[in-house]
């Protein structure tokens, strides 16, 4: 893990995340622009053999997943150390993945897109050309383990108002003015 100064450990990172389908990817987009911050693609930092995987249909092991959360959690260092805020998409489903993303740093903030079971399935299915299939949805509802340090969001909502609870948790937690 990279060492970050104490001094701008408080850089802040929003992660946003979910199973495949909720929404990380563009409700994370829309949150960075709105304030004006990069957004990063966790699924950008994906190895190519994880890719295939679940491509093929073949849920991903933790074996799998812990290389691809360390270059995640290493970026979020970066972002850190050159004090540039950022909000970044990850599934980050169990606990234990979140911890790996943190390591050492501060001021990350977690926000969990919620959903049903049918309504992500439903747009899985009408997603196309994305390497996750609707087939793993169960896989990733058995890995998800709910954070409770979360600003939780309901995903069956406009974006705009998705972005609004999201922006009034940030005020909450007193990383924005």
Not at 62 to 67: E, I
Not at 123 to 129: P, Y
Request: aromatic residues 6%; proline residues 5%.
């Amino acid at each position: 893990m990279l060492s970050v100064p104490d001094s701008i450990k408080d850089t802040p990172i929003v992660i946003v995340m979910g199973v495949s389908g909720c929404g990380k990817s563009t409700v994370g987009q829309a949150l960075a622009d709105r304030l004006g911050w990069p957004f990063y693609d966790g699924d950008d930092f994906h190895p190519a053999a994880n890719i295939e995987k679940m491509a093929q249909g073949i849920p991903l092991m933790d074996s799998d997943r812990f290389p691809w959360l360390e270059s995640i959690h290493q970026h979020i260092a970066h972002c850190q150390q050159t004090g540039k805020a950022a909000v970044l998409a990850c599934s980050a489903l169990k606990h234990i993945y979140r911890q790996q993303l943190r390591g050492d740093l501060n001021n990350i903030f977690i926000v969990y897109l919620q959903g049903g079971f049918d309504l992500i399935r439903a747009r899985l299915q009408a997603r196309h050309g994305h390497f996750m299939k609707a087939d793993l949805l169960h896989s990733q509802f058995a890995d998800l383990e709910e954070p409770q340090d979360a600003i939780a969001v309901d995903i069956d909502q406009p974006l705009n108002a998705m972005i609004a609870t999201i922006v009034a948790g940030l005020k909450d937690c007193a990383i924005m003015p």
